[in-house]
């Protein structure tokens, strides 16, 4: 794996999302000491914009995507630590003291950054081809083309199914592949992973969507019914309750109120589930018990400990599924620009990481977290 390779097939295909060098190798002559660079678009070509920061400012230049190349792999040369964030994978740089690169290849983490350009051309669910659950959904019009004022839920679908492909994309899935959307909402995801795994993947695909709205999910049936989507079907209850004969492969879970997520995950490390994908939302259960008296500083703002709190649970859940069992990868999901919540916990059944149970311990501690739902909850359902 060449970086000249790596960067020439992004800049072509442009998966570029993001680069970062930091740590000039000769301080004394290179005056940056970080350098950024995205790609935005500038009169309806995609240009890429370098960041340069000094100690005290940062100076923005940009780039042709001719001449991006050149320019990458020159300042590879001249920081000790990169990362290259791409629509593909996440790939980090390491310099050694004598000049030797070493590139490591990780799964994607970052979404492209919906206003820098326009990926239509590689979306799954392509634009300007007729989709039946979209047009039903009033996402698009008969003709294909997606409404303006849903161009973001658009995105935010196609960017799911991207995760969802990264997920099993390599795997040799069974034919009677078991997924449940646990508050589901309107279902646009639920219906989306339909289509995917029926229509894409051409699989016999079972999937149940849960939700605690009665007229959702009569509304959802309704559409299911008048697209002929048979191995879809919805039903109205309470996550904490929710109880099946199936045997779940996949769990979803994309912003289920605060605890409810706990309860999903837990049902989904309860039933087994090989793949559980996570985003959470309001996370009220922490705001109220996170404490740190060395972070006082920041847990006095309101604001800041409302932020923490949402990333302390996130990374307790990832902890709690470490240690039981499951490879956790936390990507964004959409651009940040669009929402806050978009960190989606990634998981994947596994062998337990020795080192998570100390950590969540630890982690615990460090937090003064005790009695906390998702544990009283697990220890409920045994
Ligand atoms: C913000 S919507 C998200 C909808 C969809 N998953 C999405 O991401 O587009 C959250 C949904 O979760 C449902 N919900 C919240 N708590 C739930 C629970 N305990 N059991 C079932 N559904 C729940 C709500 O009724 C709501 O429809």
Partial sequence: MELINIIEENVANTGIIYVV????????????????????????????????FTDKQAFHENIASD????RIMDLANLYKNANIFTVDADYQLLVSK???????????????????????????????????????????NKDGKVLAKKYDKF?????????????VGKIDLKNDYKIIDFGCGKAYLTF??????????????????????????????????????????????????????????MVVTLHACDNAT????????KWNTNIILSVPCCQHEFFNKIENDNLEPMLKHGLIKERLSSL??????????????????????VDMEHTPKN???????????????????????FWKLDDIFIEKYFNKCE
């Fill in 21 to 52: 060098f930091a740590t000039p190798l000769n301080k004394a002559e290179n005056k940056y000491k970080k350098i950024t660079i995205k790609p935005i678009s500038s009169e309806d070509k995609i240009v890429y914009q370098l960041e340069k």
């Fill in 67 to 70: 001449a991006i190349t050149e």
């Fill in 98 to 140: 004598k000049g030797n690169m070493r590139i490591v290849k990780l799964a994607p983490t970052k979404a492209m950054s919906v206003g820098s350009h326009n990926k239509a051309k590689n979306y799954i669910i392509p634009e300007n081809t007729p989709c039946d659950f979209l047009i039903e959904l009033g996402v698009m």
């Fill in 155 to 167: 995105k935010q679908i196609n960017r799911f199914l991207e995760i969802v492909d990264d997920a």
């Fill in 192 to 249: 989306a992973l339909y289509h995917y795994f029926y229509k894409i993947k051409k699989l016999n695909v079972q999937i149940v969507g849960l939700d605690l709205k009665t007229e959702v999910i009569e509304f959802c049936n309704d559409v299911a019914k008048k697209l002929n989507y048979s191995q879809l079907r919805f039903e109205n209850g309470d996550i904490k309750d929710y109880n099946t004969n199936l045997d779940i492969d």
């Fill in 262 to 269: 706990d309860a999903a995950l837990v049902k989904a490390v």
């Fill in 312 to 333: 302390v649970t996130d990374s307790l859940r990832s902890l709690f599924l470490e240690t039981k069992g499951y490879k956790v990868q936390l990507v964004e999901f």
């Fill in 343 to 365: 960190i989606l916990i990634r998981a994947v059944k596994s062998n337990i990481r020795e080192e998570s149970i100390k950590e969540y311990k630890d982690f615990k501690k």
